[in-house]
């Protein structure tokens, strides 16, 4: 197994390293002198870095290619403020001197578990047709091992083995709460979107080495895809109601909610507009998460840039625990100096009369007197 992943960056800083990786991409470009420099994308389950070799180019431009294992070392700095290795040696790595589990990243969840939870909302539909449709691909055992398997994105979020059904279980969750708070909106509508929004991901993408684009993924995209798949399906459930199916489609096509983002439509009925604002929120939570992720071993509350986000991000969880502890830190100092007072100390700080002194902005009764204000900058409020 591997020593250094990509997530321990952080601690390797300005230091010559040694590690394999898979090649995710690979780029020959032209220096200004001409002469050719190699830009790589390296991955390993943790994460990715971007890499480049200025040197010897020519003695290994054809030594390896896009997802092969690489062995490298070099120089890990930071370039506008991201991690990149500047390499001086690399070469090709065969299966037999690599760990397949260190390249993948793969879900912490129980994908049995996560499966089981998804059956658990399907077995609740009321709508026969809805029903009988998503059971039709959950018995489909070759297509259900690649939902259990699919990442659900090739980067941006749940970029991992299992991706696909952390996400939609995720999303049906969020479904289920707020068919709650709705009680308009058809719940088995909005949980059957969820289900196969996303489906066409089991063909988009390719994880044996690393997440990339299948050809048909490339031409067609997802949403082309589980189109064919829903038609596929639909044809055999007899008597499947037409208008139901245009519903269905549309919340496919629909659900990225922006031209700009891939989807021919925008939502147009409440079922569609709650499943775009949901499947949004649940992959910049996952993509906030991972972020954090990475970065925990920084010491800072923010974190690098995020690209898929497009801002940096604070990790408030981090800043209100180094507030506590600085509030932990006064504490026991003043504890420990009043420890050390001495009882003429103590009476020091009251005047002659016995009435602790006020803080400026306030005037306090006497003692003895009942308290019926109390003034802050000059205006009295009862209390």
């Known amino acids: 197994m591997k020593e250094f992943f990509i997530s321990d960056c952080c601690q390797h800083e300005n230091k010559v390293i040694t590690s394999n990786f898979v090649v995710v991409s690979k780029q020959v470009k032209p220096k200004k002198t001409g002469d050719p420099y190699l830009a790589?994308?390296?991955?390993?389950?943790?994460?990715?870095?971007?890499?480049?070799?200025?040197?010897?180019?020519?003695e290994v431009i054809d030594a390896f290619e896009q997802d092969d294992f690489v062995k490298i070392k070099g120089l890990l700095n930071k370039y506008k403020n991201r991690f990149q290795i500047t390499i001086h040696k690399i070469r090709q790595l065969g299966d037999s001197e690599v760990?397949?589990?260190?390249?993948?990243?793969?879900?912490?969840?129980d994908i049995g578990e996560l499966w089981q939870t998804l059956a658990g909302f399907v077995a609740t539909f009321q709508n026969p047709f809805l029903k009988t449709l998503v059971e039709a691909f959950m018995a489909d055992a070759e297509l259900a091992e690649a939902y259990r398997t699919a990442p659900a994105a090739k980067t941006l979020h749940h970029a991992f083995i299992g991706g696909l059904l952390d996400h939609v279980v995720s999303l049906s969750k969020s479904c289920d709460l707020i068919c709650r708070n709705y009680p308009q909106i058809n719940?088995?509508?909005?949980?059957?979107?969820?289900f196969l929004h996303d489906i066409g991901k089991i063909h988009e993408l390719a994880y044996n080495r690393s997440f990339s684009y299948t050809t048909r993924g490339q031409?067609?995209?997802?949403?082309?895809?589980?189109?064919?798949?829903l038609h596929a399906k639909i044809a055999l459930v007899p008597g499947f109601p037409a208008d139901l199916k245009t519903l269905i489609e549309h919340l496919i096509i629909s659900h990225h909610g922006h031209y700009e983002f891939g989807s021919p439509k925008l939502p147009m009925f409440p079922e569609a507009l709650v499943l775009h604002y949901l499947d949004d929120l649940d992959s910049k939570m996952e993509s906030m998460r991972a972020h954090f992720e990475r970065e925990a071993g920084s010491e800072g509350?923010?974190?690098?840039?995020?690209?898929?986000?497009?801002?940096?991000?604070?990790?408030?969880?981090?800043?209100?625990d180094?507030?506590?502890?600085?509030?932990?830190?006064?504490?026991?100092?003043?504890?420990?100096?009043?420890?050390?007072?001495?009882?003429?100390?103590?009476?020091?700080?009251?005047?002659?009369a016995g009435v602790t002194p006020s803080l400026p902005g306030f005037d306090l009764p006497g003692k003895g007197q009942?308290?019926?204000?109390?003034?802050?900058?000059?205006?009295?409020e009862k209390i």
């Open 40 to 58: 790589l994308t390296l991955g390993d389950r943790s994460g990715h870095l971007e890499a480049k070799m200025w040197d010897n180019v020519e």
């Open 99 to 109: 760990e397949f589990a260190d390249y993948l990243p793969k879900t912490t969840k």
């Open 322 to 352: 180094k507030k506590g502890d600085a509030k932990r830190d006064d504490s026991r100092r003043e504890a420990e100096s009043g420890a050390g007072k001495t009882a003429f100390q103590d009476s020091e700080e009251t005047d002659s």
């Open 219 to 229: 031409l067609l995209g997802h949403m082309v895809i589980e189109l064919e798949m």
């Open 370 to 380: 009942e308290p019926t204000s109390v003034t802050v900058a000059g205006a009295p």
């Open 187 to 194: 719940r088995d509508l909005l949980l059957t979107g969820a």
């Open 301 to 320: 509350a923010w974190t690098s840039y995020n690209a898929s986000l497009g801002r940096p991000l604070l990790d408030a969880a981090k800043l209100l």
